[in-house]
Structures are given as structure tokens and as C-alpha cells.
């Protein structure tokens, strides 16, 4: 089984520009969770969405933005980038129960000059 | 709110000597907990959770956790730490209500010494 597929790997923004990166979860999980990771404060939960829809919402401004699709895929949108928005943004997937491991991909690594 | 602490930055232990990785946690009712393990420029990769049952949960790898209710406790262990066990460990918590996600610690570098 394919494992979480993030796209694209590296990804180089000026402030002020937006980005949407892309997430493909495992075949058959139907969660997709964000995470911002960054030295200072760690892993910050940013959204998960189920079924297409918003299911919980971490405290981040109104910039960052996101979505699924039927198929379960999911996309995050940074707008109006900031040089504090440098990360590495990592999607998990899981299966529908809330006792079920969520299944990290390799992040997609954001830097902001 | 649930929160979790993990009380070391940093852990070294010598090659083939036990290791713990400290983790507590504060949640409303019983929490779902889980261990995470992250190499350079890698997601996270899941280790073990404990869900209900036998307080000592074992793991991949080697690693087991042993849950403390009274405690609010859920460290890691392994009885013969590896050189390629050295990474960046992160303890895990849910609460069962489906109301917050899961949440982690600030996570603890652990560095096997050969």
C-alpha cells in the first residue's frame, strides 16, 4: 500500500505570494490532518478534514485555508505569505476512528525570503 | 484542553543500555495515546498506542510504553538501545470525545552514544 504522498517536496516564496501545497493520503482513510512543524513551536495542528469536510481547526489566522476532495485528497493554501510561515508542513491520513494512528507523509518544506 | 509534556529536550544513553523517553499528559476521561518517532527530513512514523487493556504496550522496533493512569504517564522504554534508534521522539494524546485532534508534545532528541 502507497504510503502519504506530499507535493512537492521544496517549495521557495517570496512574502506576499500565496502557495498550495497537495496532499494524497493512504488508499481507504478518508481523515487528512495539516501540521505546521517549525524549531521554535513544534508541531501545530492546523485542520483535519473528513469527508470533505472541516472536522477541527487549529488556531492559526484566516490565511491559511484548505480542502478535500471526494477522493480524499486534500490541499492547504497559505495566502499573503509571511517570513514566519516557514516550515515543514506535514499531512497525515487515518482511518475513520479516532483510536486509529495517523500515518505522517514526508512534509512539504516551505521557505519564505 | 489536553496537553502533553515531555520533561527532556534532550536524552543520551550509551549503545546497548536501557533507554526511557518521559511523556505526561492532561486530558479530560481516558486519553488515546500514542508514540511517534521522526528521522532527518522525515515525517513522523508511528511507534505503539495504547487504546484500553494491558498497561504495557508494545511496539515497533523494540519500543514499548507502559501507561499510568495515577500518574497521567505514558513513557516510552526499550531495554537495549540501537545507534539508529537516534531521533526525535514524539508522545501523542486524544481525548475520546472527537472534539480535538491529536495533540503532541514538544518532543525529546534522543541520541544513542556507540
Known amino acids: 500500500k502507497a504510503g502519504v504522498t506530499q507535493t512537492p517536496r521544496y517549495l521557495i516564496k517570496t512574502r506576499g505570494q500565496q502557495v498550495t501545497l497537495s496532499c494524497s493520503p493512504i488508499?481507504?482513510?478518508?481523515?487528512v490532518s495539516w501540521y505546521q512543524q517549525t524549531p521554535g513551536q513544534g508541531l501545530q495542528f492546523l485542520f483535519e478534514?473528513?469527508?470533505?469536510?472541516?472536522?477541527n481547526k487549529g488556531n492559526f489566522p484566516g490565511r491559511f485555508s484548505g480542502r478535500q476532495f471526494s477522493n480524499s485528497r486534500s490541499e492547504m493554501n497559505v495566502s499573503t505569505l509571511e517570513l514566519g510561515d516557514s516550515a515543514l508542513y506535514l499531512c497525515?491520513?487515518?482511518?475513520?476512528?479516532?483510536?486509529?494512528?495517523?500515518?505522517f507523509g514526508d512534509g512539504t518544506r516551505l521557505s519564505i525570503l | 484542553a489536553q496537553s502533553v509534556a515531555q520533561p527532556e529536550d534532550q536524552v543520551n544513553v550509551a549503545e546497548g543500555n536501557p533507554l526511557t523517553v518521559k511523556c505526561t499528559y492532561s486530558?479530560?476521561?481516558?486519553?488515546?495515546l500514542f508514540w511517534y518517532v521522526q528521522y532527518p527530513n522525515r515525517g513522523l512514523q508511528f511507534l505503539l498506542k495504547?487504546?484500553?487493556?494491558?498497561?504495557l504496550v508494545k511496539g515497533s522496533y523494540g519500543f514499548e510504553a507502559e501507561f499510568n493512569k495515577s500518574q497521567t504517564s505514558f513513557h516510552l522504554k526499550k531495554p537495549s538501545a540501537l545507534v539508529s534508534d537516534s531521533a526525535l521522539y514524539f508522545c501523542?494524546?486524544?481525548?475520546?470525545?472527537?472534539?480535538?485532534?491529536?495533540?503532541f508534545g514538544t518532543g525529546t532528541r534522543l541520541t544513542v552514544i556507540p
Open positions: 486530558v479530560s476521561g481516558n486519553p488515546y
Open positions: 497525515a491520513s487515518s482511518p475513520t476512528g479516532l483510536n486509529q494512528p495517523q500515518h
Open positions: 501523542a494524546v486524544r481525548d475520546r470525545t472527537g472534539a480535538n485532534n491529536l495533540f
Open positions: 495504547y487504546i484500553t487493556g494491558d498497561n
Open positions: 488508499s481507504g482513510h478518508r481523515s
Open positions: 478534514y473528513f469527508s470533505e469536510t472541516q472536522r
